[in-house]
């Protein structure tokens, strides 16, 4: 496995190493024979968000998230991640992808804290690259703030990604929220009503919905919350809070709805309390692949 030094001589030296990698890449369907999906979430440093768990920096370190990233993607029943290029490129020559799913995030343009951070511009990847280089799809945040004119743009950029990336045959992830602003910032609302209402209208963006899969937070009344659409659907995690076993019991409960595909996890995964990685993407894929079991004891073993 190449360290960050070895990246960076790379880079400088061989540039076209990357696209050669994209191209000669091993594949694999987008979901095995269960048709779930753990996939590790790394695109938050694209958007300037860096904290986890009240440490404002704790992405700064592309070495440690490499590290971090590299152990998840080596453990067993983790199908692939989701990235910008800076960090699916250094994943690629460091050998890390071979029969990894690879979903490029495409808005990272809303950073956090800006006042443009609703007018999410699609700077990241693009429908054409993804489909160039040979990933497996494309995500797009979709906030959805109704006092807030940069919505517009983001409703109609994600709806032309979503029809671009259907005509590639490759999925289109979308992870839509109803949004508003106040006192700090930007707040999705997450309560039942609000998560149903955002599902509804990102379901319907595109010319398409064959290949749309949603990306959604796991929220309370949830099984009527995913009655609003027949579109597959991943959970996220989010920004880690409390205790991590009380994260793990409500990804097993939200899991064993008929709509629910699998897990979308970054934070929670990739920086746990008790900074084992491998640990708890086990329990994760424990959860998505093997129906749970006794996260106690996993947790603790």
Known sequence: MKDAAELTALRAREPGLIGRGWQKRSRRPLTGDDDRLLIIAADHPGRGALGVRGDA????????????LATALSRPGVDGVLGTADLLDDLLLMGALDDRVAIGSMNRG???GAVFELDDRFTAYTPQ??????????????????????????????????????????????????????ADGVRNLLDPDSVTKSIQIAAALGATSAYTWLKLPVVDDLERVLDATTLPTLLLGGDPRGDPHDTYAAWADALRLPAVHGLVVGRALLYPPDGDVAAAVDIAAGLVHRGGGDITSRASG
Do not use: N
Not at 57 to 68: F, I, K, Q, V, Y
Not at 147 to 168: F, K, R
């Open 57 to 68: 920096g704790a992405m700064a370190s592309r070495t440690e998230l490499l590290d971090r």
């Open 110 to 112: 809303g950073l956090q």
């Open 129 to 182: 690259a993804i489909a160039a280089q040979g990933l497996e799809g494309g995500k797009a945040l979709t906030r959805i703030c109704l006092d807030d004119p940069g919505t517009a743009a983001t409703l109609e950029a994600a709806a032309a990604a979503v029809t671009s990336l259907a005509e590639y045959g490759l999925m289109a992830l979308l992870e839509p929220f109803m949004s508003v602003h106040d």
